[in-house]
């Protein structure tokens, strides 16, 4: 039995720590909703693919209603929103990186669209590929941005969006050498 002078109970989390977010989660916060793709980042399975996949998708929509300057200026105001919006869901989660977080691919693989504009869906599609790659794997230069860069940059936000910046332009170089050989 409680009486007045009890403290209620402290209110259940919205993400305990080690657990998979969810809509309840995604819908508590905008920098939630950003930084999970809008809902891509809960994908059960390889939600950094869901979230390129989103990207592209939104990609493809955005260009019909942006010139290419304007598409440039939202891609560098969705890296300074993410920046903050990757900082405060990861905090939220207590996870440093959490693979949910996927506005890091969604504004990397907007940028990798944008610098190869007008690839048609093939070149997109190898564009894709190559950025998943050089995101999953995290060959050299990409291992040394997640490795120095993670938790930096406002508790985290910069880290995460970092090495996906430099795999995006890790793929805008293969991308680049394959058009001039």
């Known amino acids: 039995m ?8 402290p209110p259940e989390p919205l993400n305990p720590p080690g657990t998979r977010p969810n809509a309840r989660f995604l819908l508590a916060h905008p920098a939630h909703f950003i930084a999970l793709g809008f809902g891509s980042g809960l994908s059960p399975v390889a939600p950094g693919t869901a979230g390129t996949l989103w990207a592209w998708l939104s990609f493809l ?15 560098a105001a969705s ?26 691919e969604v504004v990397a693989f907007w940028l990798v669209l944008w610098l ?28 040394w941005a997640d ?22 332009f890790c793929t805008l170089l293969v991308i680049a050498l394959w058009r001039f050989w």
């Open 79 to 104: 890296a300074l929103v993410g920046w903050w919006a990757c900082t405060v869901t990861a905090k939220n989660m207590r996870v440093l990186d959490p693979g949910s977080i996927v506005w890091d």
């Open 147 to 168: 490795r120095h860069f993670k938790g930096l940059g406002a508790r985290g936000g910069f880290g995460i969006l970092f090495d996906d910046i430099v795999a995006a």
């Open 2 to 9: 409680t009486t007045m002078s009890d403290p209620p109970p």
């Open 61 to 75: 929509v955005l260009q019909r209603w942006l010139a290419p300057a304007e598409m440039g200026w939202l891609i």
């Open 116 to 143: 190869v504009m007008p690839a048609g869906f093939w070149g997109q599609l190898v564009a894709f590929g190559l950025f998943r790659f050089f995101d999953a794997v995290k060959p050299g230069p990409v291992a």
